[in-house]
């Protein structure tokens, strides 16, 4: 059974920083892409960071550009956010997901993915 599971959200003051992680059971993320996702309330889930399979190139969207991090601890079969500089507009529910064979065009696209988490929310006030 695969499951992932999203953690590490909170409550912040803008210009903190929040780490989130995304562990892994049932699936080996390394043979997986990886992306990380919002939805905030009356917005439609977006895409803000992504690994293509196996940890290689991140691409991430113009909005955390230069101040989000994926990474990936194969070891502990878990994935990362770090999330710097935060802004109010980065107030959301953050989500983790993950898709066995990918394009990159379709890296940060929601329906492109298969597996999901449950969400963190990660609120940031000004």
């Known amino acids: 059974q695969v499951q992932l599971v999203e953690s590490g959200g909170g409550s912040v003051q803008a210009g903190g920083s929040l780490r989130l992680a995304c562990a892994a059971s049932?699936?080996?993320?390394?043979?997986?892409?990886v992306g990380w996702f919002r939805q905030a309330p009356g917005k439609e889930r977006e895409g803000v960071a992504a690994?293509?399979?196996?940890?290689?190139?991140?691409y991430y969207s113009d909005s955390v550009k230069g101040r989000f991090t994926i990474s990936q601890d194969n070891a502990k079969n878990t994935a990362y956010l770090q999330m710097n500089s935060l802004k109010p507009e980065d107030t959301a529910i953050y989500y983790c997901?993950?898709?066995?064979?990918?394009?990159?065009?379709?890296?940060?696209?929601?329906?492109?993915?298969?597996?999901w988490g449950q969400g963190t929310q990660v609120t940031v006030s000004s």
């Open positions: 049932g699936l080996t993320l390394s043979s997986f892409c």
């Open positions: 690994f293509h399979t196996g940890g290689g190139s991140a």
């Open positions: 997901a993950a898709q066995p064979f990918c394009l990159r065009s379709s890296l940060l696209v929601p329906a492109h993915y298969s597996y």
